[in-house]
């Protein structure tokens, strides 16, 4: 498998989301539709500090080819110590650099959306990531702007720092995740330059992802949570369907959960439960079904009210 990027004819992208888009999950979507996923937003710091924690996040499955590490940090010395320290992990084909997290801990850090209120800086930094890493690509995960909008401007910092793609989230830092997502703005990022922009925010099911291709003129999506409790919406998208089949959806919920068992052992019947909580929402018997698995911790009875609750 090639690491290589196509973004001739689009890709579908797992946006990083903290706490759920580890190594399980990142390999059922990529299994079922994802061209490229990226790691769990890695601290800089605590790169430069060799935490344990952080190089278990940094891990990914087989079946990620490509795989982008996704970076935080504001200082430009400890960006580059972490970028020479993911130069010896083999596997990785890009380092994206976070420009959009809107959690204040990491705002007050003057990290993620922070950077959109100091331009020179974010510049400096993709800079200094494309100067000193061994990696095929570089990119950024940018909003629009921090309180105004001003998507031109951030998206030809990102092109002339070097990146060679981008990832457009279309809301500002202050409309947080309940804003309008503003698709027209993202129409105006890619137009104001030449790399590949994916357009990012809202996207929900196979209708919407359509319509956002249309309004952004973006050829490839990213989507975070929208997947959560929905990772078939990558299967749909890139199969054309407006509707998937029961059995493929206990498919994937099965895979989901082997996989969570497999990487976290007994521990992940439990972690597994908020899962099953977004995949049972809306159907006949959740709430009965929730309380059941709520108290289980055996792997193979888990397994039966799984294959019980959605294959009927």
Request: aromatic share 8%; charged share 25%.
């Amino acid at each position: 498998m090639s690491d290589e990027i196509d973004f001739t004819q689009g890709i579908l992208a797992l946006a990083p989301l903290a706490g759920f888009t580890d190594l399980p999950f990142r390999s059922v979507v990529k299994k079922f539709g994802v061209d490229l996923t990226f790691s769990e937003m890695i601290s800089s710091n605590a790169l430069k500090y060799n935490s344990a924690k952080t190089f278990e996040m940094i891990k990914k499955s087989p079946l990620e080819v490509p795989y982008i590490v996704q970076i935080a940090g504001s200082d430009i010395d400890v960006i580059k110590e972490a970028v020479l320290i993911l130069n010896d992990i083999e596997g990785i084909a890009g380092i994206d650099l976070n420009c959009g997290c809107p959690v204040p801990k990491v705002v007050s850090q003057e990290a993620g959306s922070s950077l959109l209120l100091n331009l020179p800086k974010m510049q400096a930094i993709l800079e200094t990531i494309k100067k000193y890493s061994n990696k095929r690509y570089t990119s950024a995960k940018v909003r629009l702007g921090f309180n105004t909008k001003i998507p031109e401007e951030i998206a030809r910092v990102c092109e002339q720092g070097g990146a060679d793609f981008m990832s457009v989230h279309g809301r500002t830092r202050a409309g947080a995740y309940k804003a309008e997502v503003d698709y027209e703005a993202i129409a105006r990022a890619r137009e104001s330059v030449k790399i590949p922009v994916i357009a990012n925010g809202d996207i929900t099911s196979y209708e919407k992802a359509l319509h956002v291709k249309e309004i952004t003129g973006c050829k490839s999506l990213m989507i975070g949570r929208g997947a959560i409790g929905n990772p078939w919406i990558f299967y749909q998208i890139k199969n054309e369907l407006h509707h998937v089949d029961k059995s493929k959806i206990l498919e994937i919920v099965t895979d989901h959960y082997e996989r969570m068992v497999e990487f976290y052992g007994q521990k992940g019947v439990c972690i597994f439960r908020k899962h099953l909580h977004t995949y049972s929402k809306g159907l006949a018997g959740a709430s009965d079904f929730r309380n059941r698995i709520n108290r289980i911790e055996d792997e193979s009875i888990m397994k039966e009210e799984i294959v019980n609750f959605f294959g009927n």
